[in-house]
Every structure is written in structure tokens, then in C-alpha cells.
Antibody, heavy 128, light 110 residues
Framework: QITLKESGPTLVKPTQTLTLTCTFSGFSLSSSEEAVGWIRQPPGKALEWLALIYWNDVKRYSPSLKSRLSITKDTSENQVGLTMTVMDPVDTATYYC????????????????????WGRGILVTVSS | QSALTQPRSVSGSPGQSVTISCTGTGSNVGGYNYVSWYQQHPGTAPKLIIFDVTKRPSGVPDRFSGSKSGNTASLTISGLQAEDEADYYCYSYAGSYTVLFGGGTKLTVL
């Protein structure tokens, strides 16, 4: 059974850097095809994909936030981290981490992914 | 990249069918058969209910079905039940190793 749990600060000040951790179980990021992503949701608003990291350390970022994001993994600790710089009140949101796998068809990897198991999320408020 | 366009709300009575649309462009919904749908009840994490346009993960009732025509994907829920009241989000691959969510649709079961 795959589970994920987000942790980190629930309150950050404007201009500060946010660092979140996703601790997971039920799979390993040292196993081929496994991946973890981050998604956020401002209160009352839509979901927004942020970043993704594969077992082989390939990383993908949302183009609109790429300059502010960094995703990392610690395979031995079963953790994935997300760093977002220069936080602003508009970044107030629930941040989710989620599991996915690289999909291959006839041996060729597809470029896409979908998130099949999600953590419960952590609400991060940006305020002075 | 703009979010995919969904109606803000839809409603239906128990037992009826409802369809939620998700309109994108040829660069996302229309360009790939990589559309998914998520269901989100208040205060909970999203749940995958449709992937690859039409496929259902194990455990998702067959009352939920997906389709696509051109740049518009659709989620149909038949035999509406009270527990189906939730927010629904479409999701699509958008090229260049990026993905997009829709703006979300609130389903009310009357």
C-alpha cells in the first residue's frame, strides 16, 4: 500500500524560502519507473502542478514557476523535497505530494504522467 | 499556460446523468490521449477516477466514464448518487514534459 505525507512549515513570511518534505512508503524511488510530484491548491481554487522527479533523477518543472522551484530526492530516507524561493502571499495554498510511474508502451516511454496516489496535503500560509 | 476550461458548476438529481466538459487546445487535450480526471471531496486530497481518456483505476465504479472529441474531453457520471457531490478536475499532458489541470467543476446532487 502506497502512502505519502507532506511536512514542513505551515507559516512562512514573504520573501522567505519554503522547504517541504514528502515522506512515502510502499514503493522506492530507487526502483525503475517510480516518480513523485508536487501539486498545490490555493484556498477555494484549482489544482496546479509544480514539479516531478523520477527514480533516475530526471526532473520536470512547471514553466511558470521553474525559476523558483527545486525538487530533490533522498532515496535512502524515502523522501522527496520541494524548495520554493521568494514566497509571496499568493503562494498560500495546500501543497500535495503524489505518486506516479513512468509509463512505457512497447518499450518506449510516454512523456506524460498522472498521479494515482496523493498525500493529504499541508496548508502553507504566506504572511508577515 | 492557461488552465483547461471547465464549467464552474453542474447539477443533477439522484439517478440522473451529468457530463462535465474540459476544453483545451491542440497542444494539450486535442494533441494527446493523455487526459485524466480527479474527484475531490471538501477537505480531502484529489482521487484519480479516469486516466488515458477512458480508463478507470481499480475500484472506481463504472458509473464514471470518460471520452474525448477534438480539443474537448468529457466526464460522464451516470446514476448520480449523493456521494458523487464533489469538485472534479480534468488534467492533460501539455507537451514539453508539462501537464495542466482544469479550473475545476463543482457537482451538486440536488
Amino acid at each position: 500500500q502506497i502512502t505519502l505525507k507532506e511536512s514542513g512549515p505551515t507559516l512562512v513570511k514573504p520573501t522567505q524560502t519554503l522547504t517541504l518534505t514528502c515522506t512515502f512508503s510502499g514503493f522506492s524511488l530507487s526502483s525503475s519507473e517510480e516518480a513523485v510530484g508536487w501539486i498545490r491548491q490555493p484556498p477555494g481554487k484549482a489544482l496546479e502542478w509544480l514539479a516531478l522527479i523520477y527514480w533516475n533523477d530526471v526532473k520536470r518543472y512547471s514553466p511558470s514557476l521553474k525559476s523558483r522551484l527545486s525538487i530533490t530526492k533522498d532515496t535512502s530516507e524515502n523522501q522527496v523535497g520541494l524548495t520554493m524561493t521568494v514566497m509571496d502571499p499568493v503562494d498560500t495554498a495546500t501543497y500535495y505530494c503524489a505518486h506516479t510511474r513512468r509509463i512505457s508502451v512497447w518499450g518506449s516511454p510516454r512523456p506524460d504522467w498522472y498521479f494515482d496516489i496523493w498525500g493529504r496535503g499541508i496548508l502553507v500560509t504566506v504572511s508577515s | 499556460q492557461s488552465a483547461l476550461t471547465q464549467p464552474r458548476s453542474v447539477s443533477g438529481s439522484p439517478g440522473q446523468s451529468v457530463t462535465i466538459s474540459c476544453t483545451g487546445t491542440g497542444s494539450n487535450v486535442g494533441g494527446y490521449n493523455y487526459v485524466s480526471w480527479y474527484q475531490q471531496h471538501p477537505g480531502t486530497a484529489p482521487k484519480l477516477i479516469i486516466f488515458d481518456v477512458t480508463k478507470r483505476p481499480s475500484g472506481v465504479p463504472d458509473r464514471f466514464s470518460g471520452s474525448k472529441s477534438g480539443n474537448t474531453a468529457s466526464l460522464t457520471i451516470s446514476g448520480l448518487q449523493a456521494e458523487d457531490e464533489a469538485d472534479y478536475y480534468c488534467y492533460s499532458y501539455a507537451g514539453s514534459y508539462t501537464v495542466l489541470f482544469g479550473g475545476g467543476t463543482k457537482l451538486t446532487v440536488l
